[in-house]
Nanobody, 124 residues
């Protein structure tokens, strides 16, 4: 059983930056693809980006060039650096993990483990 704990949420102004972290425990970190999702009030949970064990990253189109996902396999952590933040990106951000598969899944129900989420708010 893998446990995921997010941290780093908070409030920033539009155009600002925020870094989220996710600490994993209880499993072999290097056998999991890690991803970040977000869910705004009244909306479905959506894929933000993911990272393979090798470090190769994948991003949702609207965040490309502004968000960066990285993982530290020695520390069992994955981070999400968010720059040039927009008010419409206000949401609860979730860390997720899935046993390594051929591709990085883009839908929530393909992930095995989830963190509790952390609120990241962008003011206009």
């Amino acid at each position: 059983q893998v446990q995921l704990v997010e941290s780093g949420g908070g409030l920033v102004q539009a155009g600002g930056s925020l870094r989220l972290s996710c600490a994993a425990s209880g499993g072999t970190f290097t056998t999991y693809i890690m991803a970040w999702f977000r869910q705004a009030p009244g909306k479905q949970r959506e894929f933000v980006g993911g990272v393979r064990v090798t470090g190769r990253t994948y991003y949702e189109d609207s965040v490309k060039g502004r968000f960066t996902i990285s993982r530290d396999n020695a520390k069992n952590t994955v981070s999400l650096e968010m720059n040039s933040r927009k008010p419409e990106e206000t949401a609860v951000y979730y860390c997720a993990a899935v046993r390594t598969v051929v591709r990085v899944p883009l839908v929530p129900n393909e992930y095995d483990y989830w963190g509790q989420g952390t609120q990241a708010t962008v003011s206009s």
